[in-house]
């Protein structure tokens, strides 16, 4: 998670040392691509739903 809060919302301070810490707990390069890919995949469905105005429904 903390990779996550990291890469939403200072994707620039993601280090060499933040990605050896995620291959530490177990993920491989791939699990990190996938991790990565989800990540950014949510940011750009909120950021487009948020300039277009759409709104949950209730």
Same mark, same amino acid.
């Given at each position: 998670? *903390?990779?996550a809060d990291r890469l939403t919302? *200072?994707?620039?301070?993601?280090?060499?040392?933040?990605i050896d810490a995620l291959r530490a707990a177990g993920? =491989? =390069?791939r699990?990190?691509? =996938?991790a990565c890919a989800i990540v950014a995949?949510?940011?750009f469905v909120n950021r487009i739903a948020d300039g277009l105005g759409v709104e949950l429904e209730p």
């Open positions: 998670m *903390a990779y919302l *200072a994707p620039r301070s993601v280090t060499r040392e933040g993920l =491989d =390069d699990g990190i691509h =996938d995949y949510f940011a």
